[in-house]
């Protein structure tokens, strides 16, 4: 399971997650889409804390 509430993270001044809420069962499944920049790998990379 896991669940995110009110992640953020900022690059210098830039914002580059805010306020990210979220709660994944086992079994689900989710898939992030999105322009260059906008935070996917990020997000992926708190997720698996690398």
Do not use: S
Request: charged letters at 20%; glycine letters at 12%; hydrophobic letters at 40%.
């Amino acid at each position: 399971m896991i669940y995110l509430q009110n992640l953020h993270k900022q690059f210098g001044p830039k914002i580059i997650l805010k306020n990210v809420n979220f709660h994944l069962r086992p079994g689900e499944r989710v898939g992030l889409v999105g322009e260059n920049g906008t935070g996917k790998t990020t997000l992926f990379r708190i997720i698996m804390k690398t």
